[in-house]
């Protein structure tokens, strides 16, 4: 095969690209990354799995934590949420559903580059408590609310 | 798949607002009840988001994440010119990115 400018264009461009993406930590091998175990996210009881993504099951509440959600949500494969604190220092912010077949909907870790501010949209099984836990220097905060379900989800999950 | 990664990018006070939307179907591991086995379930399990190259935002997903995710966060100090790159990894080992420059 010769080798054409188009081709050869094209296999540097790829070539650089993967090397950047791995330099940058976008390819890192799966195992290489210091991941959860998986364990964590099918895990039963909250505190359990609370305790498995941030160390400790002990948290304070906070009205630092402002975590909004409609307490009465429609669909419930779809509930938008957002977490901002006014805390310094954020580590991670974590949104726990304690009705959910697996309790930690998602563990975010923040750089100081970030504002601590994370919104998006969640599945819930049944109506429970939301809680949202940003760990900042050491201690964990928190905010929780009551949210009412309508119709959707994944209920049958619980059978 | 870069296609799958939709980011939207809003200058304001102090920083920049990213709202990225991505496709993917998040289905939940769940029990079958006809067949009485688990059906696991195909759900994004690793999502990063990179400034200029650097991670900013890392996060762990559990299929708890609606279909179709949003997500959005905010960086402070970025601006016109600054790149900001999103990318996920699936359960299934399926994944994607996508890049925009801030304008």
Avoid at chain 1, 67 to 88: I, K, N
Avoid at chain 1, 92 to 115: C, F
Avoid at chain 2, 29 to 51: C, K, N, W, Y
Wanted: proline letters at 5%; a neutral charge.
């Amino acid at each position: 095969m010769s080798i054409t400018r188009r081709t050869f264009v094209r296999a540097a461009v790829t070539g650089a690209a993967v090397s950047t993406s791995f330099a940058a930590g976008v390819l890192t091998p799966r195992g290489v990354r210091a991941a959860l175990p998986p364990k964590t996210f099918t895990s039963g009881a909250p505190a359990d799995a609370i305790r498995m993504v941030l160390g400790t099951d002990q948290s304070v509440l906070d009205a630092a934590v402002e975590l909004d959600v409609a307490g009465m949500a429609e669909m419930a494969d779809m509930v938008p949420l957002s977490v901002r604190t006014t805390l310094q220092n954020v580590e991670s912010i974590t949104i726990v559903a304690d009705k959910n077949p697996n309790p930690i909907i998602a563990h975010y870790r923040v750089d100081s580059r970030l504002e601590p501010y994370v919104a998006t949209r969640v599945r819930l099984a049944q109506s429970c408590q939301v809680q949202a836990l940003v760990k900042a220097g050491g201690t964990v905060h928190r905010a929780a609310k009551d949210v009412e379900v309508g119709i959707g989800g994944c209920g049958d999950s619980e059978r | 798949m870069s296609d799958s990664i939709r980011i939207k990018t809003t200058k304001v006070d102090g920083g920049v607002v990213v709202r990225a939307l991505i496709n993917h179907p998040m289905t939940a591991p769940r029990m079958d009840p006809q067949l009485s086995l688990m059906v696991p379930g195909h759900f994004i399990e690793e999502v990063t988001a990179q400034l200029n190259g650097e991670t900013v935002l890392s996060g762990d997903w559990s299929a708890g994440v609606a279909r179709d995710p949003y997500l959005s966060f905010k960086i402070r100090q970025a601006g016109k010119g600054d790149v900001i790159r999103l990318s996920w990894v699936d359960n299934a080992g399926n994944s994607a990115s996508s890049q925009v420059t801030v304008s």
